[in-house]
Nanobody, 117 residues
Framework: QVQLAESGGGLVQAGGSLRLSCAAS????????MGWYRQPPGKQRELVATITRDGSTNHADSVRDRFTISRDNAKNNVYLQMNSLKPEDTAVYYC???????????WGTGTLVTVSP
């Protein structure tokens, strides 16, 4: 089993920055890709960014050039640096970890990011 704990959410004004962190514990050696997803109010969960164990990244078009995902394999952590935040970035942000051996996704409980105009 894998447990994921997010931190770093909060309230910020438009144009500001936040850094989200996710700490993985449990059978972490089985994790390959980790990522961040978000669910805006009243909308479906959507991809923000993913990163493989060797550091290959993928960012959604809506956040490219503003958000950066990174990973520390030694600490089993994944981060999301969010700059130039916009009100439409307001959402609950979820950490994700994929275990291919089990074809299973694990999710954190989420952290709320609110961007005021």
């Amino acid at each position: 089993q894998v447990q994921l704990a997010e931190s770093g959410g909060g309230l910020v004004q438009a144009g500001g920055s936040l850094r989200l962190s996710c700490a993985a514990s449990g059978t972490v050696l089985s994790i390959t890709t980790m990522g961040w997803y978000r669910q805006p109010p009243g909308k479906q969960r959507e991809l923000v960014a993913t990163i493989t164990r060797d550091g290959s990244t993928n960012h959604a078009d809506s956040v490219r050039d503003r958000f950066t995902i990174s990973r520390d394999n030694a600490k089993n952590n994944v981060y999301l640096q969010m700059n130039s935040l916009k009100p439409e970035d307001t959402a609950v942000y979820y950490c994700n970890a994929y275990i291919p051996l089990l074809n299973r996704n694990h999710w954190g409980t989420g952290t709320l990011v609110t961007v005021s105009p």
